[in-house]
């Protein structure tokens, strides 16, 4: 059986290697750690690209490829390992470098790879799930692994599958400035996913189907959850409050939950699955931080508009959302290095930038600050958030402003999203 799967995933392989391929920011970090003897485990959510990715980042070497992903493997039985391995080097040779796609569907993997790894085995591994990262590697694989999150495409990267360079020349010429601007407009409503981005599937049907077999595939089916109606609820609504508070105990009366453990672990297992974040209130005091709400945001804006109930997205909410996984993409943990704050007056500020220890940033979302209101309640937040951190990096973030408000000693930029999207990594 092992033999004819093994055959049917090298001609995959293949396959999958002959597509065009659109180049990701992450790339040559891990190219650069190919050769360490450390496990390179590529993580993210399901149809983001990490087997492509890891296919590409093997490209010129000699390696072998098995995909536990695979409907013909047995269920909850135990694949045979020793002849796994047999099989695998009658059809790949020698080599030292193993791929193992989707590692977590496989009992015990890291026991597996442990064995593989103390024989001088370079493994490649790929996972859909963020226990992976968080807490199984940690426990099983502390010291000898790299992990790399895979995330769908940024926004340079979505320019990068259009085949558009932005110039400063351009960006004077109208039309091609509404042309960019339409991209950015599409990504904010459309997300990043590559199979929307490259190949113009229709994004609302595609992603309504992914976000269904992902909840049913590494959520109900992985954990045995018995109330998959009461799952699906969770998902749908917090998908339709991104950006909102919200509170375990209130949520589950609203939902009809028996128990507010259960839906926790429920929310637990919907962050696993990469499929939302919580984001937690940045405070000094681990009391106020575990006691206060949470933000809720999902791992693609294509999901938020594909999920829509009654109506569109609210603009400012999907610009939000769109922020905070950008954020995520460059490089910044949420609930260790981002998070979200509320100052002494109950003003709300979308998030606080840190770096090691220290609060560095404050970032403000908010689409259009023409209207004098607006300006003044988002401007007085973010000084008063400052003066309460102690700090002096104040940024809001609009859909196209760009200018300077100075006010109590204090500056506030504002800054266009697209410019600010387009800078690539964190300080």
């Given at each position: 059986?092992?033999?004819?799967?093994?055959?049917?995933?090298?001609?995959d392989?293949?396959?999958?290697?002959?597509?065009?391929?659109?180049?990701?920011?992450r790339?040559?970090?891990?190219?650069?750690?190919l050769?360490?003897?450390?496990i390179k485990?590529i993580?993210?959510?399901?149809?983001?690209?990490k087997?492509?990715?890891?296919?590409?980042?093997l490209t010129?070497?000699?390696?072998?490829?098995?995909?536990?992903?695979?409907?013909?493997?047995?269920?909850?039985?135990?694949?045979?390992?020793?002849?796994?391995m047999?099989?695998?080097?009658?059809?790949?040779?020698?080599?030292?470098?193993?791929l193992?796609?989707?590692?977590?569907?496989?009992p015990?993997w890291?026991?597996?790879v442990?064995?593989l790894?103390?024989?001088?085995?370079n493994?490649?591994l790929?996972?859909s799930?963020?226990?992976?990262?968080?807490?199984?590697?940690?426990?099983?694989?502390?010291?000898?692994?790299?992990?790399?999150?895979?995330?769908?495409?940024?926004?340079?990267?979505?320019?990068?599958?259009?085949?558009?360079?932005?110039?400063?020349?351009?960006?004077l010429?109208?039309?091609?400035?509404?042309?960019?601007?339409?991209?950015?407009?599409?990504?904010?409503?459309?997300?990043?996913y590559?199979?929307?981005?490259?190949?113009?599937?229709?994004?609302?049907?595609y992603?309504?189907t992914?976000?269904?077999?992902?909840?049913?595939?590494?959520?109900i089916?992985?954990?045995?959850?018995?109330?998959?109606?009461?799952?699906d609820?969770?998902?749908?609504?917090?998908?339709?409050n991104?950006?909102?508070?919200?509170?375990?105990?209130?949520?589950?009366?609203?939902?009809?939950?028996?128990?507010?453990?259960?839906?926790?672990?429920?929310?637990?297992y919907?962050?696993?699955a990469?499929?939302?974040?919580?984001?937690?209130?940045?405070?000094?005091?681990?009391?106020?931080?575990?006691?206060?709400?949470?933000?809720?945001?999902?791992?693609?804006?294509?999901f938020?508009?594909?999920k829509?109930?009654?109506h569109?997205?609210?603009?400012g909410?999907l610009?939000?959302n769109?922020?905070f996984?950008?954020?995520?993409?460059?490089?910044?943990?949420?609930?260790?290095?981002l998070?979200?704050?509320k100052?002494?007056?109950?003003?709300?500020?979308?998030?606080?930038?840190k770096?090691?220890?220290?609060?560095?940033?404050?970032?403000?979302?908010?689409?259009?600050?023409?209207?004098?209101?607006?300006?003044q309640?988002?401007?007085?937040a973010?000084?008063?958030?400052?003066q309460?951190?102690?700090?002096?990096?104040?940024?809001?973030?609009?859909w196209?402003?760009?200018?300077?408000?100075?006010?109590?000693?204090?500056?506030?930029?504002?800054?266009?999203?697209?410019?600010?999207?387009?800078e690539?990594?964190?300080?």
């Amino acid at each position: 059986m092992l033999k004819g799967t093994i055959f049917k995933q090298k001609q995959d392989k293949e396959r999958l290697l002959s597509f065009p391929y659109i180049e990701r920011d992450r790339e040559k970090d891990a190219q650069q750690w190919l050769a360490s003897d450390l496990i390179k485990v590529i993580l993210g959510p399901r149809r983001a690209g990490k087997s492509v990715f890891a296919l590409r980042v093997l490209t010129g070497q000699s390696f072998a490829y098995f995909n536990f992903d695979d409907e013909a493997l047995p269920g909850d039985e135990k694949v045979d390992l020793d002849e796994l391995m047999t099989e695998l080097k009658l059809a790949y040779g020698e080599t030292k470098y193993i791929l193992f796609d989707e590692i977590q569907n496989l009992p015990n993997w890291e026991l597996f790879v442990n064995r593989l790894h103390r024989i001088g085995y370079n493994l490649i591994l790929t996972g859909s799930n963020a226990a992976l990262l968080s807490q199984e590697l940690a426990t099983h694989l502390t010291g000898r692994h790299i992990p790399i999150e895979i995330l769908p495409f940024n926004f340079t990267e979505v320019l990068r599958a259009k085949q558009y360079k932005l110039t400063a020349e351009k960006f004077l010429l109208p039309d091609e400035k509404a042309k960019f601007l339409g991209y950015l407009n599409q990504y904010l409503v459309n997300g990043g996913y590559p199979e929307i981005v490259t190949k113009g599937v229709e994004p609302r049907g595609y992603l309504d189907t992914l976000f269904d077999a992902v909840l049913f595939k590494d959520v109900i089916k992985r954990h045995k959850v018995r109330f998959s109606e009461q799952i699906d609820n969770l998902g749908s609504y917090l998908i339709n409050n991104v950006s909102n508070q919200y509170g375990a105990k209130k949520l589950a009366r609203v939902l009809g939950f028996k128990s507010q453990v259960t839906l926790e672990n429920y929310l637990g297992y919907l962050n696993e699955a990469y499929l939302l974040f919580s984001l937690k209130r940045h405070s000094t005091k681990a009391g106020t931080r575990l006691r206060s709400l949470k933000k809720t945001y999902a791992v693609d804006n294509g999901f938020v508009t594909a999920k829509a109930v009654q109506h569109s997205p609210d603009t400012g909410k999907l610009m939000e959302n769109l922020v905070f996984m950008e954020l995520v993409k460059k490089g910044y943990q949420p609930n260790r290095e981002l998070f979200y704050y509320k100052t002494r007056n109950d003003r709300e500020i979308d998030f606080v930038l840190k770096k090691g220890y220290q609060a560095v940033e404050l970032l403000q979302v908010c689409y259009d600050l023409t209207d004098p209101d607006v300006e003044q309640r988002e401007v007085k937040a973010l000084i008063e958030a400052g003066q309460e951190l102690n700090i002096t990096k104040l940024t809001a973030l609009t859909w196209n402003e760009k200018r300077k408000i100075e006010k109590n000693g204090m500056t506030v930029y504002l800054k266009p999203l697209y410019e600010w999207l387009l800078e690539t990594v964190k300080d």
